[in-house]
């Protein structure tokens, strides 16, 4: 199955010049969207469940990137705040992503780094989509008149921040930062019901596809 990683920043490698210590804050927490969108609304569904370590390897990636760039790479705990309800989308986007990116400019600056990348959970609705907008790692299972298609999405913001004066030094457009089609099955309702190998499935290529979008975007 072929991974479509998308950066929407600007085009061109990250620069890196001048700037000798980096941390990382992500703000994606371990929260996994399933949607399962059907032939008509009485078909849908929809759940959100904690998988303990999801982000783990996110960071481990991010780190990895930025060891090879600069002298100092510092891993942020930066605590995330619930964002309110969305008029937009009837979901949350997980954080409030302004507080989020204050604090980790913050503590940046406090622990004397030059500049930080930050991610945290972004929000999408492609044109003529008939679900929810996609948000942070999702698994979605479009379905129609028996015909379905599964996916995994990692819809999240980056941005790298200069630390020392706030400024934006580079950053992602909205929109899924990787998409990556998986091999569809029956939907279950709850991920606890979810056996073990597809749990490996979705998981994996989740991981998979947030990891090779962070490489292409954070390079």
């Not at 929260?31 to 390897?57: A, D």
């Not at 406090?110 to 972004?122: E, K, L, M, T, Y």
């Not at 819809?155 to 400024?167: L, Q």
């Not at 073990?196 to 947030?210: F, M, Q, Y």
Request: net charge positive; glycine share 10%; proline share 4%.
């Amino acid at each position: 199955m072929a991974i479509l990683a998308v950066s929407c920043g600007p085009a061109g490698s990250v620069d890196y010049s001048g700037i000798r210590s980096v941390s990382f804050a992500n703000g994606m927490e371990d929260k996994l969207n399933r949607n399962r969108v059907g032939t008509t609304i009485f078909n849908n569904r929809s759940e959100s469940v904690i998988v303990p370590g999801l982000s783990r390897e996110v960071t481990s990636t991010a780190i990895g990137v930025l060891k090879g760039k600069v002298d100092r790479v510092v891993n942020l705990d930066v605590p995330t705040s619930p964002a309110k309800f969305s008029l937009l989308t009837g979901r949350s986007p997980t954080i409030d992503a302004v507080q989020f990116r204050n604090k980790a400019i913050a503590a940046a600056k406090a622990g004397g780094v030059d500049a930080v990348w930050i991610v945290f959970p972004g929000q999408y609705s492609a044109y003529g989509s008939r679900g929810p907008a996609t948000i942070g790692y999702e698994h979605r299972q479009d379905s129609f008149l028996g015909i379905t298609n599964d996916t995994v999405h990692f819809t999240a913001v980056a941005e790298f921040i200069d630390a020392r004066s706030g400024t934006t030094l580079r950053t992602s457009a909205t929109g899924p930062l990787g998409i990556k089609q998986i091999e569809s099955e029956d939907w279950r309702k709850n991920w606890s019901e979810t056996g073990a190998a597809r749990k490996k499935v979705v998981i994996d290529g989740i991981t998979e596809t947030s990891n090779a979008a962070l490489r292409l975007i954070m390079n």
